[in-house]
């Protein structure tokens, strides 16, 4: 069971996409029959990449995908969610209190406005994303926030080969390095979920 001991959480975070975050515009109406294959359960799954204990930005969570699956499924995770948009964050804040997960953080902003901070020592272990944009920007976006020897995790389609190769120099300037295809949770999930995974070395 992906959940396992978790589960209960996680259907109090379904009840909410299915019914707040639809009604604020979050998610598609034609999204809710499928909210559990489709998110839930596709973005939990992406731990199984992420090691013990570790801290994890995710950047444009929107109504909380992948962060809030991960918190739940992970507690030994800290977990903040970026996003720029106040009715998402808004509502971010809502799940995060009405679930009580104390392991997570709501920050309203960009990626960019972190960046700053990071260079005074704000980092993460793990920086993810799900459906944010190409990867050539992504990388921008969520690199500089990546510690070194930490890992970038995009969650992508069937396309994330081609991304890779022609955004392969600008992962490279960005200190990213060993880019890999991965593919996770095929023991749920057919298909399985398909993420790059792509570890930070160093700035060149």
Known sequence: MVF???????E????????????RGLIGPREVPRLWERHLLNCA????????DSTVCDVGSGAGLPGIALAIRRPDLKVTLVE????????????????????VTVRRGRAEELQNESEAGQVFDVVTSRAVAPMD???????????????????KGSSVAKE???????IRRLGGTDAQVRSVGAEWLDPPVIVARIVKFGSS
């Open 84 to 103: 720029p948009l106040l009715r998402r964050t808004t509502f971010l804040d809502l799940a995060v209190s009405t679930m009580g997960l104390s392991n």
């Open 12 to 23: 109090k975070f379904a009840d909410l996409l299915a019914g707040e975050a639809t009604v």
């Open 137 to 155: 920007r992504l990388a921008g976006w969520s690199l500089p926030l990546v510690r070194e020897g930490g890992l970038f995790l995009a969650m």
């Open 164 to 170: 890779l190769e022609s955004a392969a120099q600008q």
């Open 4 to 10: 396992a001991r978790a589960l209960p959480l996680a």
């Open 45 to 52: 799954v992406i731990t199984d990449l992420m090691p013990p």
